[in-house]
């Protein structure tokens, strides 16, 4: 027999309950999640996994560097139709109605959206976001020891 108490022995029992944000914590930092564990990049899988966390916890979807529905970096897939958002005016053109295009020079570094009508890019929040997040995914693709801080 057991000289503690009955709280004190079931809380002793019984598993931690946690929810899901502390089971979430309590991944290393190298943590694949399985849904990428077969990816040949290990940086990618690992991007990907702590970006799908933290989008959890907060961070906007338009900031990762990572496409959780292409399982690549930004930046390669950025140009797919899927990454036109009409509504908040991510890849779009408002004045002409149409997609725009992406440009992504992976040697200079550069991005460039351009409208195929008007032959502009809009000079707005959603552009600027993509420019910037495609610019971060170049980054840490092509730096092993590039910290993600968005």
Same mark, same amino acid.
């Given at each position: 027999?057991?000289?503690?108490?009955?709280?004190?022995?079931? /809380? #002793?029992?019984?598993?931690?309950? %946690?929810?899901?944000?502390?089971?979430?914590?309590?991944?290393?930092?190298?943590?694949? $999640?399985?849904?990428?564990?077969?990816?040949?990049?290990? *940086?990618?899988? &690992?991007?990907?996994?702590? @970006? $799908?966390? $933290? !989008? @959890?916890?907060?961070?906007?979807?338009? !900031?990762?560097?990572?496409?959780?529905?292409?399982?690549?970096?930004?930046?390669?897939?950025?140009?797919?139709?899927?990454?036109? &958002? &009409?509504?908040?005016?991510?890849?779009?053109?408002?004045?002409? @109605?149409?997609?725009?295009?992406?440009?992504?020079?992976?040697?200079?570094? $550069? =991005?460039?959206?351009?409208?195929?009508?008007?032959? %502009? #890019?809009?000079?707005? %929040?959603?552009?600027?976001? =993509? &420019? *910037?997040?495609?610019?971060?995914?170049? #980054? #840490?693709?092509?730096?092993?020891?590039? /910290?993600?801080?968005?």
């Amino acid at each position: 027999m057991s000289t503690q108490p009955h709280s004190q022995l079931s /809380q #002793a029992v019984l598993p931690l309950r %946690r929810n899901r944000r502390d089971r979430l914590a309590l991944h290393p930092a190298d943590h694949v $999640d399985a849904r990428y564990a077969d990816l040949a990049d290990r *940086r990618l899988a &690992i991007t990907l996994s702590t @970006e $799908d966390r $933290d !989008e @959890e916890n907060g961070l906007d979807p338009m !900031e990762r560097t990572t496409c959780r529905t292409h399982r690549r970096w930004l930046h390669q897939c950025v140009s797919s139709p899927l990454h036109v &958002i &009409i509504v908040t005016g991510h890849r779009w053109c408002r004045d002409c @109605e149409c997609a725009l295009t992406v440009a992504v020079d992976q040697l200079a570094g $550069d =991005v460039s959206l351009n409208c195929p009508r008007c032959h %502009r #890019a809009p000079d707005n %929040r959603a552009t600027r976001q =993509v &420019i *910037r997040a495609v610019r971060a995914s170049l #980054a #840490a693709a092509a730096d092993p020891g590039f /910290q993600m801080s968005m």
